[in-house]
């Protein structure tokens, strides 16, 4: 295994809990957050932007949300990249 290998993506999605959801508004139409887009950085940190669909029903555009800063949404982050890295680790090789 290559040590120099350039990675240039680390991300998973993770869809949020009911009891975790909320609203926003962009540009005047409200949006439940569904779906948390979690990035591994270049220096080991961890960002997240949530997506999700309008409330009024159809498509919406796909606009990323900030995360509340509240600790049951940052344990989640981080316990959903502990277990991507559970999984990558367990990786089986090309199917």
Do not use: C
């Not at 240039?8 to 869809?15: E, G, M």
């Not at 962009?26 to 960002?47: K, S, V």
């Amino acid at each position: 295994m290559s040590s120099d290998l350039e990675v240039s993506a680390l991300a998973i999605n993770v869809t949020i809990p009911q009891a975790l959801r909320w609203t926003d508004t962009r540009r005047g139409e409200e949006f439940q957050l569904t779906t948390l887009n979690i990035r591994l950085l270049p220096d080991g940190h961890l960002a997240v932007k949530a997506y999700g669909r309008p409330v009024g029903g159809g498509r919406g555009a796909y606009v990323s949300f900030p995360v509340p800063d509240e600790p049951a949404l940052a344990a989640l982050v981080v316990d959903a990249a502990h277990r991507a890295g559970t999984l990558w680790a367990a990786h089986r090789g090309l199917g």
